[in-house]
């Protein structure tokens, strides 16, 4: 399992989260150093688990960031090469991995070998770098030549990719961000219309540089296996369930975004199970989620099902604080604010406080970000599932009503808590019972990790604010069969990023050993007792 198979990433569209000047100013060489700004969000990144940050596009354009000039060079209006590089090691350095939006399909009117055919006509050797250019006629932008603009838009003319000398350009570029700037990921713009032969040829260039590359597609409808494959790209934007999402609490139907799921990656044979799709409530593209969803009280619901589905979770910035924002008059400008991190604490703290610890739930139990989905209950405004991995089981409860709502159900856990709520659940005989507050989701666990601490003489509070806390490092813990430990280290899996704990027997054999934090914190036998206990 890779790295991405249990992120949380974070969406960001640079020159609108920088202010940046509509267009961009060629006649002279003036670099204004706007991105530097990320490196003030990094702790803001941190206390929300994100696992990567992927930037909207970053390279030299002429206006929106998706009409390219210059593969290799980050827009002047947010800095140069040199801080980007700057920016990419910091964002390593907290642990957090760094993903370029990549807009492969079209570029600007600007772009170097589209101007050599503005001024040399047939005499460049660009005339078969881009798509149906021929010399038999006007371009709508009054060329004296035509060429296919991207979706009819001629500012953006789209590439022909089955040239060899356009892939090469790219490639030599993608080659630049790995070597220089050490990217983990690509996003890959409009990649329905993408040549399938291209991403082939992408993927093994990007997988021979680093095994765990990230390579993700921007579909909107379609079967998405056809580009998500072994051949081809790891993920796709998930836009049949970024609908079902909020139109499923807006319509007050929860089988809409059930079906869905099932279908994609249900137990009995869902089609997309190989995949973990990319999910979103918005992005750069579509209206704010706080625009959208009728009833601001689901929200909260909102994300918790996004985190616990099936899939990699991802925030646009912004949203995690419930800020609104529409296309109005044909412009995507409402959608991609200029924002500051000090002026959000007058937005939705409580969305904000609820994502954190969605952040951390999810980051604590293996079974929501890679478990089998299975629905349990269902009714119109409530539904109830539970995602298994292995020997662990987590059960989600959602009531989108406005009255409070029961839930009754088998489990073979002894005990269960509700995670997000810390509140205990009753459990008879094997039957659990909930009690759903309106507008109410609950995670339920058998083992609360996230609430308490393991350790003694540290308070709770300090837990919720820092996992870490849990473990402490040259302290020795007792093994619920008997053997007595201590732990040397904690570290990060190198394919998943999950959190593992290093000790070694005391008194017994010269061997070390690594178990996830989240087991090692955990209950062990019948789910009664902890599985480490630190000793005084």
């Known amino acids: 399992m890779n790295w991405y198979d249990n992120a949380i990433i974070y969406h960001i569209y640079p020159l609108g989260f920088c202010g940046a000047p509509k267009f961009n100013d060629f006649s002279n060489n003036e670099v204004t150093y706007r991105l530097d700004k990320v490196l003030e969000w990094i702790p803001h990144l941190k206390e929300m688990n994100v696992d990567a940050v992927y930037f909207g596009p970053v390279f030299e354009s002429v206006e929106h960031g998706y009409d390219t000039v210059d593969y290799k060079k980050i827009d002047r209006r947010l800095g140069d090469n040199d801080s980007f590089k700057h920016i990419c090691d910091e964002l390593h350095k907290a642990g957090i991995r760094v993903i370029l939006d990549g807009v492969f399909n079209h570029v600007g009117r600007k772009f170097p070998q589209f101007v050599d055919i503005q001024e040399k006509m047939q005499g460049s050797g660009y005339c078969d770098w881009f798509q149906n250019l021929n010399f038999g006629g006007q371009s709508p932008c009054g060329d004296p030549f035509w060429y296919e603009g991207w979706n009819g838009h001629y ?4 590439l022909n990719l089955r040239n060899v000398g356009v892939c090469d350009h790219i490639i030599d570029a993608v080659n630049y961000w790995i070597e220089h700037f050490g990217i983990d990921g690509i996003r890959f713009d409009a990649a329905d219309c993408i040549d399938f032969n291209f991403f082939k040829r992408i993927r093994d260039f990007c997988k021979g540089k680093k095994r765990d590359f990230w390579l993700m597609g921007e579909i909107i409808h379609g079967d998405y296996n056809r580009w998500a494959n072994p051949e081809m790209l790891d993920s796709v934007t998930n836009y049949e369930c970024y609908k079902g999402i909020y139109s499923s609490h807006n319509d007050k139907n929860y089988y809409e975004i059930d079906y869905s799921i099932n279908r994609q990656s249900g137990a009995n044979g869902g089609i997309y199970r190989n995949i973990n799709l990319y999910n979103f409530v918005d992005n750069h593209d579509v209206n704010r989620l706080a625009s959208t969803v009728a009833n601001p009280a689901h929200l909260p619901l909102i994300y918790t099902l996004m985190y616990t589905m099936p899939g990699i979770p991802s925030i646009y910035y912004g949203s995690e604080y419930g800020i609104q924002g529409r296309k109005e008059n044909n412009s995507d400008d409402g959608l991609r604010p200029c924002l500051y991190l000090a002026d959000m604490e007058r937005e939705n703290m409580g969305l904000y406080r609820h994502i954190v610890k969605l952040g951390r739930i999810y980051r604590a139990y293996p079974a929501l970000r890679t478990g089998t989905y299975e629905r349990l209950q269902i009714t119109n405004q409530q539904i109830l599932f539970k995602k298994t991995l292995g020997e662990q089981t987590v059960y989600i409860a959602l009531n989108l009503a406005d009255y409070q709502y029961d839930f009754n159900f088998q489990t073979h856990l002894p005990a269960l808590v509700d995670v997000l709520s810390a509140n205990q659940i009753d459990v008879n005989n094997g039957n659990a019972h909930i009690h759903m507050p309106p507008f109410s989701a609950m995670i339920i666990v058998s083992d609360d990790i996230v609430n308490t601490v393991s350790t003694e003489n540290v308070p709770v509070e300090a837990a919720d604010n820092d996992v870490e806390t849990e473990v402490v490092i040259g302290a ?19 394919e998943n990023n999950e959190e593992l704990v290093i000790y070694k027997r005391i008194g017994g ?3 070390v050993w690594a178990r996830p934090k989240a087991i090692f914190c955990g209950k062990a036998g019948d789910g009664t007792v902890r599985r480490f206990v630190k000793l005084s």
């Open 155 to 158: 500012n953006l003319v789209k």
């Open 509 to 511: 054999e010269e061997l």
């Open 476 to 494: 020795r813990y007792r093994h619920y069969k008997g053997g007595e430990y201590e732990v040397i280290a904690m570290a990060r899996h190198s």
